[in-house]
Nanobody, 114 residues
Framework: QVQLVESGGGLVQAGGSLTLSCAAS????????VGWYRQAPGKQRELVAVITSGGNTNYADSVKGRVTISRDNAKNMVFLQMNSLKPEDTAIYYCNLPISPVGWGQGTQVTVSS
């Protein structure tokens, strides 16, 4: 069973940056589209960034221009570089496969203070 492990979150001031990492226990990333999601308190989980197997990317309007998703297929990892963070970016961040999701990891908490 594939396991996803997210890391890299933390407490940062508004305007700061963080880089999140997602590691998969199996080599599922190289041939699949991978997404970063987030879930803020009291809100539904939302997809914020996607990268295809070919490296094409797409972003939610709420983060466009501030985040960059990337992948390292050799290491079975996906990253989310986040800049110019805002308090509304506060959430638990998860990675998964948008088309055929596997079990969710525990996520990594991002807290942005104003």
């Amino acid at each position: 069973q594939v396991q996803l492990v997210e890391s890299g979150g933390g407490l940062v001031q508004a305007g700061g940056s963080l880089t999140l990492s997602c590691a998969a226990s199996g080599s599922i990333f190289s041939r699949n589209r991978v997404g970063w999601y987030r879930q803020a308190p009291g809100k539904q989980r939302e997809l914020v960034a996607v990268i295809t197997s070919g490296g094409n990317t797409n972003y939610a309007d709420s983060v466009k221009g501030r985040v960059t998703i990337s992948r390292d297929n050799a290491k079975n990892m996906v990253f989310l570089q986040m800049n110019s963070l805002k308090p509304e970016d506060t959430a638990i961040y998860y990675c998964n496969l948008p088309i055929s999701p596997v079990g969710w990891g525990q996520g990594t908490q991002v807290t942005v203070s104003s």
